[in-house]
């Protein structure tokens, strides 16, 4: 029997410290709703413009030396890929990303400009994951999931170790609640492991909030059938994986979903009191807090995952007063 490796604290720990040896800390920003100081986590000002590239460098630098000469192979609609460019730019390994279509030109372009071949798929119609676990076998190389994969899991989790020594040194105390924005979970499940002590609810956009039905139910549970249309592109998960709602499932976290007007009012507020440019999956956490989905208390931390916009659609964002 084949035992499967499975995300833990010290692997949380061990790629904080990765992470810390090539960069310096995302800020962290501080401002008060209602009365309340909250702490931002801005992965939005990543190099990548996302948190992505985390897991992306803990999982890359665990490959042995024979087997980056084969490169890796991922799927993402921009940020993982992203990250995944960026790791193997830096590692000097190929790196091949099956990116749906209708990707937004940004991240498409991000991706490609760090060396990565792109491979087209249709989001409705075709498997992103079918796609890339046929290219990773005929080329020999090692098939990165988004979320789906223990050390990607640890690597986001960082994220979390280095909020709470920020959050330290600024005199706010430990993360007692973090808010995360969730797709499939990778995230979340390691500021989870990361921040034992800290509440965490996921919040997802509307029809798309299949880890909060998966949380509620005691079981996964997939976006349903036809869901609506939304503008966070790197939430569109159908299904979330068994690793990252074992996690989120035995801490206790809880979900929210919140509405697209709330998601735009959030990426003007960033906008407005932050000065950060936050894209829609990345500021679905700040509208949960901000429509009062998720109570406020004092050590609150939210995570602004990403800042990868279309330029054109934020700027309408920015224009409508919904």
Same mark, same amino acid.
């Given at each position: 029997?084949?035992?499967?490796?499975?995300?833990?604290?010290?692997?949380?720990?061990? !790629? *904080? /410290?990765?992470? %810390? @040896?090539?960069?310096?800390?995302? +800020?962290?920003? $501080? &401002?008060?709703?209602? #009365?309340?100081?909250?702490?931002?986590?801005?992965?939005?000002?990543?190099?990548?413009?996302?948190?992505?590239?985390?897991?992306?460098?803990?999982?890359?630098?665990?490959?042995?030396?024979?087997?980056?000469?084969?490169?890796?192979?991922?799927?993402?609609?921009?940020?993982?890929?992203?990250?995944?460019?960026?790791?193997?730019?830096?590692?000097?390994?190929?790196?091949?990303?099956?990116?749906?279509?209708?990707?937004?030109?940004?991240?498409?372009?991000?991706?490609?400009?760090?060396?990565?071949?792109?491979?087209?798929?249709?989001?409705?119609?075709?498997?992103?994951?079918?796609?890339?676990?046929?290219?990773?076998?005929?080329?020999?190389?090692?098939?990165?999931?988004?979320?789906?994969?223990?050390?990607?899991?640890?690597?986001?989790?960082?994220?979390?170790?280095? !909020? *709470? /020594?920020?959050? %330290? @040194?600024?005199?706010?105390?430990? +993360?007692?609640? $973090? &808010?995360?924005?969730? #797709?499939?979970?990778?995230?979340?499940?390691?500021?989870?492991?990361?921040?034992?002590?800290?509440?965490?609810?996921?919040?997802?956009?509307?029809?798309?909030?299949?880890?909060?039905?998966?949380?509620?139910?005691?079981?996964?549970?997939?976006?349903?059938?036809?869901?609506?249309?939304?503008?966070?592109?790197?939430?569109?998960?159908?299904?979330?994986?068994?690793?990252?709602?074992?996690?989120?499932?035995?801490?206790?976290?809880?979900?929210?979903?919140?509405?697209?007007?709330?998601?735009?009012?959030?990426?003007?507020?960033?906008?407005?009191?932050?000065?950060?440019?936050?894209?829609?999956?990345?500021?679905?956490?700040?509208?949960?807090?901000?429509?009062?989905?998720?109570?406020?208390?004092?050590?609150?931390?939210?995570?602004?995952?990403?800042?990868?916009?279309?330029?054109? /659609?934020?700027?309408?964002?920015?224009?409508?007063?919904?």
């Amino acid at each position: 029997m084949t035992l499967v490796r499975q995300p833990t604290r010290a692997g949380v720990r061990d !790629a *904080a /410290a990765k992470i %810390a @040896a090539i960069l310096p800390p995302s +800020p962290l920003f $501080v &401002a008060e709703i209602r #009365g309340i100081p909250v702490a931002f986590k801005a992965e939005c000002l990543q190099p990548i413009g996302a948190f992505k590239l985390r897991g992306a460098w803990h999982r890359l630098t665990a490959i042995d030396g024979d087997l980056r000469e084969k490169g890796v192979v991922a799927f993402s609609s921009g940020n993982h890929a992203q990250g995944i460019a960026w790791a193997a730019k830096r590692l000097g390994m190929p790196a091949t990303i099956v990116m749906p279509a209708d990707a937004p030109k940004s991240k498409r372009d991000g991706t490609l400009a760090l060396g990565a071949e792109v491979v087209d798929y249709d989001r409705m119609t075709e498997s992103r994951e079918k796609i890339a676990a046929h290219l990773a076998h005929a080329r020999g190389a090692v098939l990165v999931p988004s979320f789906d994969d223990p050390w990607i899991i640890e690597g986001q989790g960082s994220a979390g170790i280095e !909020a *709470a /020594a920020q959050m %330290a @040194a600024l005199g706010l105390g430990a +993360p007692r609640r $973090v &808010a995360v924005p969730c #797709g499939g979970g990778g995230l979340s499940a390691g500021i989870a492991l990361g921040l034992p002590d800290a509440a965490i609810t996921v919040a997802e956009p509307e029809g798309w909030d299949d880890m909060r039905r998966s949380l509620e139910a005691g079981w996964i549970e997939p976006v349903g059938d036809n869901p609506p249309p939304t503008a966070c592109d790197a939430l569109q998960t159908i299904r979330v994986s068994p690793l990252t709602f074992d996690v989120l499932s035995r801490r206790g976290v809880n979900g929210v979903a919140v509405s697209e007007a709330a998601i735009r009012a959030a990426q003007r507020w960033a906008a407005e009191k932050l000065q950060l440019v936050v894209e829609p999956g990345g500021a679905v956490a700040l509208a949960a807090v901000l429509t009062g989905q998720v109570a406020l208390e004092e050590g609150m931390l939210v995570i602004l995952s990403g800042g990868n916009v279309d330029m054109e /659609a934020y700027g309408t964002v920015l224009a409508r007063g919904d």
